[in-house]
């Protein structure tokens, strides 16, 4: 059972080389699969960009808002695995070192698949989509198991709307 995936394409492996995100190279993919490995949650970060102007002139107690737009959608996913199953550590070391976007991938080459969540969250980079790593954080806890606990934050860049519609 897969609890989740982050996974990256290059220009050999992508969508109409490689369908299926599970069938990438096992270098390419950081596959989480319980008890040892687990992503224990992905929490969003869903902006707007909503501009505030106050009137230049005295015109009683006003606030003009105009939406401009989307400024950013954020996913962090967190969890935690064992070090001695497997060469977790390393990837999602080697994964923030990767190029972040490519001529055919030009909103990020990451993706993840996450089939305990909502269909939104499952994102396969393609032209006009994907997922960049911003940051990573990892914590090793080894008063009782050789746990790596980690975080890793990746960016979503692409039209949001087509994203939603071919979800629905």
């Known amino acids: 059972m897969v609890n989740a995936l982050l ?5 050999s492996t992508l969508q109409g080389a490689v369908p299926n995100p599970l069938d990438l190279p096992m270098a390419q ?27 230049p002139k005295p015109s009683g107690r006003r606030i003009i808002q105009t939406d401009e737009g989307f400024k950013g ?16 550590a ?9 190029i972040q976007g490519i001529i055919e991938l030009p909103f ?20 006009t989509k994907g997922l960049m790593v911003m940051r990573r954080r990892g914590k090793h ?12 934050t990746v960016s979503y860049g692409g039209d949001i709307w087509h994203m939603i519609l071919t979800t629905r």
């Open 90 to 98: 390393d990837k999602i070391f080697a994964f923030i070192n990767e």
């Open 7 to 11: 996974f990256f394409r290059t220009a």
């Open 73 to 88: 959608w954020i996913l962090t996913l967190s969890g935690n695995y064992v070090i001695n199953a497997g060469a977790s």
């Open 141 to 152: 806890i080894g008063i009782t198991r050789d746990i790596f606990d980690f975080s890793v």
């Open 29 to 55: 993919q950081l596959l989480f699969t319980p008890p040892n490995d687990l992503v224990s949650g992905i929490d969003e970060d869903h902006e707007n960009n909503i501009v505030r102007k106050i009137p």
């Open 108 to 127: 990020g080459v990451f993706g993840i698949l996450y089939p305990n969540g909502p269909s939104y969250l499952n994102i396969d980079p393609d032209d």
